[in-house]
């Protein structure tokens, strides 16, 4: 079967760091994105892994580790608009995600 | 470019009743997908074109619903019989082809509600 799991909600400090995890077990791998979505929104993009190891972009980096079936993103000098659900998906085949249930992130000042 | 649209935005039915729902991809996306999403859950996917062509649909997905996209650009989506459970966000995403293209872009949904 095909299963992503994600923590379902963190809390954090506004200029804080803040790590998000996500481990995964499905039939096929050929990514994983992380997305943002805000209340009521589409997600949107922020980072897209298909090899072990760390991207970085900007404030935002997303690790990859295949053989473990783990990710994680990072988010750095949190900001109050960062407040939104993070998504972990994984492109099981060409076209397919499966996607996690989201972690909502909740920052404080 | 404008993005993604979507319409209509909300939709409110009464259970039995068909719904149609339109998605406008970016004009040089070849790929076009459709997802429902649950409050607290992520996006499930329902089906995916690329250019008009239905590649792949979703088990999930009953024979009450039904996905179009004649010409390659805007797609449809059709649930006929609406049920409660129907209640969800629809979206539609899109993407170029390309070997390296896997961004999805997505749209604003559709927000159903069956009572």
């Known amino acids: 079967g095909q299963n992503i799991d994600q923590p379902t909600e963190m809390t954090a400090t506004e200029g804080a760091i803040v790590q998000i995890n996500c481990t995964y077990q499905t039939s096929g791998f050929n990514g994983l994105f992380w997305y943002q979505q805000h209340a009521g929104e589409a997600p949107t993009f922020l980072s897209y892994?298909?090899l072990d190891g760390l991207e970085e972009k900007g404030r935002f980096s997303s690790f990859l580790s295949r053989s473990k079936g783990y990710s994680y993103l990072l988010l750095k000098e949190l900001q109050m608009k960062d407040s939104a659900s993070y998504l972990c998906a994984v492109r099981f085949s060409n076209y397919q995600l499966i996607w996690g249930a989201g972690t909502k992130l909740i920052i404080k000042p | 470019d404008t993005g993604v649209s979507q319409d209509p935005r909300h939709k409110i039915t009464k259970r039995g009743q068909n719904v149609t729902f339109r998605c406008d991809p970016i004009?040089?996306?070849?790929?076009l997908y459709w997802y429902r999403q649950t409050l607290g859950q992520g996006p499930e996917f329902l089906t995916y074109f690329q250019n008009e062509a239905q590649l792949e649909k979703s088990r999930l997905l009953s024979d009450r619903f039904s996905a179009e996209r004649p010409k390659g650009s805007f797609s449809t989506l059709e649930i006929q019989r609406t049920e409660q459970g129907d209640s969800a966000m629809y979206l539609c995403?899109?993407?170029?082809?390309?070997?390296?293209?896997?961004?999805?872009?997505f749209g604003p949904g559709t927000r159903l509600t069956v009572t």
């Open positions: 892994n298909v």
């Open positions: 004009s040089e996306h070849n790929r």
């Open positions: 995403a899109s993407s170029p082809m390309g070997e390296f293209s896997y961004e999805q872009y």
